[in-house]
């Protein structure tokens, strides 16, 4: 397992996350998760499967200071009479005392950043979070979250494949210290069948999907990994053998696209910056 360090955090660069899983699937993948080598996991409160988390990674007796745990607190509860009563549910459920990463799941139109950024600061301050972080926030919306965050921003957690050029928000979040966590790494099943990304793995004896998590890691990128079935836990992890070259990581990067952004929910998403593909 390789390792990204972001203001005092480290974080395993390989994660498993389990949106759009029911908690009969995660009961059921959770255990060979852990037995391939994950510990790093992440769900949310809109997933409606944090007690199913919980429930799994006690059964199978995870160690709880071998594991990062992250968890995003819903827009619903941006206000301070829900902010941190859904926080306090949200350990309930994983059946710890804090998580190791909180998130602003989206930035959403009706609560300002500052007031967003207050409410999570404000439960970082009573230890029941290590790090805090932001997903799915543009630049000027990261930047500011950073400057008026009085603890340090880790992560912005966003979409990242091959098809989406994030070179924008990736280099600010660089020069901020700050760590990219790339969801949506298969862009809905696009990538397992991608021609280029198949014939990358044949040289390695690898999959499209494997060449994809591969090319995030080498990015630098925290690559978020999942899957409901138990038999194909095992190659999402088998990434660390081998490394792509420079020319595979060029035409990886050709492959970005205007249209190549799959996930905007009107309402909860920001005005996106500009991309150069």
């Known amino acids: 397992m390789k390792f990204v360090s972001a203001h005092g955090a480290t974080i395993p660069a390989l994660g498993f996350g389990v ?9 059921r993948v959770v255990p060979a998760a852990l037995e391939a080598g994950f510990r790093h996991f992440d769900t949310a409160q809109i997933y409606q499967n944090e007690a199913a988390l919980g429930r799994a990674l006690q059964t199978a007796g995870a160690r709880r200071e071998e594991l990062f745990l992250t968890t995003k607190v819903w827009v ?155 038999e194909r836990v095992a190659e999402n992890f088998a990434i660390f053998d081998f490394d792509l070259t420079d020319d595979d990581m060029g035409l990886i990067g050709t492959l970005a696209r205007p249209d190549g952004r799959l996930v905007s929910p009107p309402g909860l998403a920001p005005e996106w910056d500009v991309q150069k593909s």
């Open 19 to 27: 949106f759009r899983m029911s908690d009969e699937e995660v009961e």
């Open 76 to 230: 619903d509860n941006y206000s301070p009479e829900k902010f941190v009563g859904s926080v306090d549910q949200s350990l309930e459920k994983l059946k710890v005392d804090r998580v190791d990463l909180l998130l602003l799941h989206w930035p959403a139109d009706k609560v300002s950043i500052a007031n967003q950024i207050e409410m999570l600061n404000a439960v970082h301050a009573t230890g029941k979070t290590r790090f805090i972080g932001v997903s799915n926030q543009n630049v000027a919306q990261m930047q500011e979250s950073i400057a008026k965050s009085a603890a340090p921003v880790i992560t912005n957690q966003v979409e990242a494949h091959p098809y989406l050029d994030q070179t924008a928000l990736a280099a600010a979040a660089s020069a901020a210290g700050v760590a990219i966590t790339a969801y949506f790494g298969m862009a809905d099943g696009a990538v397992p069948r991608d021609p280029q990304l198949i014939s990358i793995g044949q040289k390695y004896g690898k999959s499209a999907a494997q060449v994809a998590l591969r090319w995030l890691i080498q990015k630098g990128f925290i690559a978020l990994s999942k899957t409901a079935k138990p």
